[in-house]
């Protein structure tokens, strides 16, 4: 997730970084297949992902998340439009096609209303962009996403391990009741208690959900948003990270 290879803004655990630049770099230094870009409400307006004629974005940009949408006007037709119109022309310019949406916290879809207005916005732009993957990372239960997500054929799932975890959901039965809809993997270890911990300190069970996600045949893209450690040591860090998942998913 951009950001984690670099000091934290303001001692925010995610937020866009400045120096994105130098982290394209890391990416590539280190061997890193991607990024996921952010957008937040403090970085929207300035944000390089609007600048057209910026080479260095693509190819590592795997998807776009609009962190920005997490605010309870989601369902405000201005401003669901105006924070989210300009992301998906932006996506099309750098041939991104993923973008998540988090539909969590403030924008939570857990209300049945709140969730009916979400749908219809939602499947207004994905009828002016049916070359995008609009991908929910949400916190809600199965019967309650597969709502949205029936309702276009460009909607789908980031799942995110930490945030299944702690919303109580069971990881292997989540996994399969939307198998055709995964499209994006964040990992994240968290508590059942919703804290998020040093990979393999939490009650996420990796070697579960990589087992059923080899199971269900997923091959797509494996994002890390772990917890920070000591501020300087973030690509230590990350790197650490990534060994020890590989360990996990390597596992006979």
Known sequence: ????????VNNHIQEFPSEWEQEIDLIQEHGLAHVEWLITKKSFAHNPIFKENDSKLHPFVSSICV????????????????????????ARIHGIKKITVPILEESSMENDGVRKKFSELMSEISKQYPDLEFC?????????????LKKSPNFYVTYDTGNITSYGEDHEVYIHRLSKFIKNVHLKDRTYGAT????????????????????????????I?????????????????????QEIYNEK
């Not at 949408?69 to 924070?83: G, H, Q």
């Not at 973030?234 to 060994?243: G, S």
């Open 67 to 90: 962190d920005n949408l997490v605010d309870e006007r989601i369902v405000d037709r201005n401003y669901f439009f105006s924070n989210l119109m300009p992301v998906c022309q932006a």
């Open 136 to 148: 929910f990372e949400a916190e809600l239960d199965c019967d309650s996403l597969l709502e949205i």
């Open 225 to 245: 948003q772990t917890a920070r450690s000591h501020t300087g040591d973030e690509v230590e860090t990350i790197l650490r990270h990534k060994k020890l998942f």
């Open 196 to 223: 998020t911990v040093e990979p393999g300190t939490g009650n996420t069970d990796f070697k579960l959900i990589f087992h059923t996600l080899k199971e269900i045949g997923y091959n797509g893209p494996y994002t």
């Open 1 to 8: 997730m951009q950001g984690r290879l670099l000091p934290p």
